[in-house]
């Protein structure tokens, strides 16, 4: 468990567009993220009041999210504005999705899993960015990180270059090779699987195209060599259990 | 009478399939409901001289009648869609649609034999079911953030195709079986885009959003 209040990333920001939601787990919590039509990104408890359905199985309407169960609605603030079922209820305010702290900083969407923010920034502020993706493993984060200090990534710049691995945080890696640089968030999902969010450092003109198809063919090569590698592989299967209406 | 006849089972993904690209192509079509459970009407004397494998769908069409999804898309594309949309002539982008097209058959069995097991079964999905769909989607996935690299916004060239279409339900429906979509943020966003076509249509497990 990630103790201290901390910034832990739970998707790319280029992952979740205008409208769009998402669920995401961390530590085994259940989160939605999700994305207003103005565009300002939102984590919050991926839990209906109502029936606790996931809020993620649901859509969005301009700066409203609506649960795919019953159609409540939520306004930015978790606060129930609207159901369907009672259209002219005044909602009482006691009806309330928990929102999390949520930040976007180099490609990433961040959150605290609690309304509080913590006292450090987000480590490893970069002027340019370039979206590369996410990647789920079947591995813990601790192992991830055995592998990664060792790696070799082949560089897209230049070749021929040292890896250095360095732990910016216990959720912010990065893997450099030459002026080539990974920028990863890492969400412990569970004991045994782990979502890496994974950014170029360096602006679109030298990475687009090209230079994400190389970085991103590595680290599936990556996820393969782990859970190949992996203790105790899948049997302890990563999914969660369907919602039955 | 409509002029093609769809032998259909409303919960069944393979006929959804059918009636997707049928109601894309904005023809005239009616659905001869067969009741495939608990009845298994398809495996019965009328349907069996339609269909000797016993299996939906099978769709008329006039004197013609054909079996199989993907013979099923395959004739309708060719058939009713003169742009070439659904089936690229371009003999490479073809033989990529023939390739999504034989994935969708062979790759996304388990994913069809999962919902089966979770839909009607009584003793839940098997483990190595679960585990081949996933990897299916897994697949699926890495194809599509490669393809986003290169601005591609659908499986095969610069538009839908039946490659598109014959992955969509599998995905789209794994809820069904246990299996979420936080993990595949390529296909999410793909499957979104196939929401917004025009004439797009759902059935159940795939909500229709108020």
């Known amino acids: 468990m990630t103790a201290p209040t901390v910034w832990i990333p739970v998707a790319l920001s280029s992952e979740i567009e205008a409208g769009a939601s998402a669920g995401a787990v961390v530590d085994g919590k259940e989160v939605v993220v999700w994305r207003d039509t103005s565009g300002k990104a939102h984590a919050w408890e991926d839990r209906c009041p109502h029936r606790g359905m996931r809020m993620s199985f649901g859509f969005v309407r301009g700066d409203h999210i609506a649960c795919l169960y019953h159609g409540w609605q939520y306004d930015t603030a978790g606060q129930c504005q609207y159901i369907p079922a009672h259209p002219d209820l005044d909602v009482p305010q006691t009806i309330k999705v928990p929102t999390y702290a949520t930040k976007e900083a180099n490609g990433v969407i961040w959150s605290t899993l609690s309304e509080e923010v913590p006292d450090e920034a987000i480590p490893g502020e970069t002027d340019q960015v370039t979206a590369l993706r996410s990647l789920y493993i079947d591995c813990p984060a601790a192992l991830i990180r055995e592998a990664l200090e060792t790696a070799s990534l082949p560089g897209f710049s230049a070749s021929e270059e040292e890896t250095d691995f360095a732990a910016l945080a216990d959720t912010v890696w990065t893997l450099t090779t030459g002026e080539d640089q990974l920028y990863i968030g890492v969400q412990p999902v569970n004991p045994s699987q782990t979502a890496l969010h994974v950014v170029i450092a360096g602006p679109e003109a030298t990475y687009a195209g090209a230079g994400q198809a190389h970085f991103s063919t590595w680290l599936e090569t990556l996820r393969r060599s782990l859970e190949d590698g992996a203790p105790e592989k899948a049997a302890s299967a990563p999914m969660t259990t369907a919602e039955v209406a | ?210």
């Open chain 2, 1 to 210: 009478m409509a002029a093609i006849t769809l032998y259909d089972y409303e919960l069944d993904e393979h006929c959804y399939r059918v009636r997707l690209l049928l109601t894309m192509l904005g023809l005239e079509w009616a659905p001869h409901a067969i009741d495939m459970v608990p009845g298994e009407e398809e495996k019965q004397p009328p349907m069996l001289a339609l269909n000797p494998l016993g299996r939906l769908p099978v769709m008329r069409d006039g004197d013609l009648v054909l079996h199989g999804t993907e013979a099923l898309l395959a004739y309708l594309a060719r058939a009713y869609d003169g742009a070439n949309t659904w089936l690229p002539k371009d003999a490479a982008d073809f033989g990529r649609v023939m390739m999504w097209l034989n994935f969708s058959t062979l790759d996304l069995q388990p994913a069809s034999q999962a919902r089966v097991q979770a839909l009607f079964g009584t003793t839940g999905v098997d483990a190595p079911l679960k585990e081949a769909s996933r990897n299916a989607f897994r697949i699926m996935d890495d194809h599509m953030t490669k393809r986003g690299y290169e601005h591609g916004e659908w499986f095969v060239g610069d538009h839908v195709t039946l490659a598109d279409l014959a992955l969509f339900p599998s995905f789209a429906l794994s809820r069904d079986f246990g299996i979420d979509h936080d993990e595949f943020p390529a296909l999410r966003r793909w499957i979104r885009r196939f929401r917004n076509l025009e004439n797009f249509t759902t059935m159940p497990g795939i909500p229709d959003y108020h």
